[in-house]
């Protein structure tokens, strides 16, 4: 499921509430936020304003700039990992690198390297 920017910015507002040792009574009083409104926008419930967000952002002693460089890279798309074998490769081709990362030695036969691949 796809993050909603609401979440990653109440994400981001918990952590940075939470690493500063402030609860949400306090900000919600600085901020002149209800408790219950400031919550709801932590946990992702409720879209915050820009004036909000800066009055919170406020609150915290944080720059909006920072809390919004936070939000874009926790929704930045992850790479996907590289495949180990290229799309297309033939099943023995697979085989044949198996078989030939082996250590030198006698010539392993068909029936041992297919071993080794399931192992």
Do not use: F, N, W
């Not at 979440?7 to 408790?35: F, N, P, W, Y």
């Not at 920072?66 to 590289?82: G, H, K, N, T, W």
């Amino acid at each position: 499921m796809t993050l909603l920017l609401r979440e990653a910015i109440g994400d981001s507002l918990r952590r940075a509430r939470t690493s500063r040792h402030r609860t949400l009574r306090e900000v919600s009083h600085q901020a002149r936020v209800s408790l219950g409104y400031l919550s709801e926008v932590e946990r992702g419930r409720k879209e915050a304003s820009s004036e909000l967000l800066a009055a919170i952002c406020e609150a915290l002693d944080l720059p909006l700039s920072e809390l919004l460089d936070e939000v874009a890279e926790s929704m930045r798309p992850v790479p996907a990992a590289q495949p180990l074998v290229p799309i297309g490769t033939r099943h023995a081709d697979i085989r044949r690198a198996v078989v030939t990362r082996q250590p030198a030695g006698p010539s392993p036969s068909p029936a041992t390297a297919l071993v080794r691949m399931a192992a």
